[in-house]
């Protein structure tokens, strides 16, 4: 036996339950890009020719001078 609903109530309900899964999905890819697109994994690392030294810098460069002496080298590449 089915029991009689309003129409009212039936269309709240569906756009409380559309709008409910619009915004978890919402919230779902958003966090997914923040943990994707995390700055810390965009780093370059580099090894001083001068001293020895292994470093990295944010952000993907070609050249930086090492901490220790000053030495300019390039990026190490894998």
Known sequence: MLLPIDLGLFLALTAGMGCTLILGVWFWYDRREALLNDPRRIRSAFVCTRCGQTY???????????????????????
């Open 56 to 78: 990295l810098r944010p952000r993907l460069r070609e050249e930086a001078p090492c901490p220790g002496c000053g030495w300019n080298n390039v990026r190490l590449k894998f």
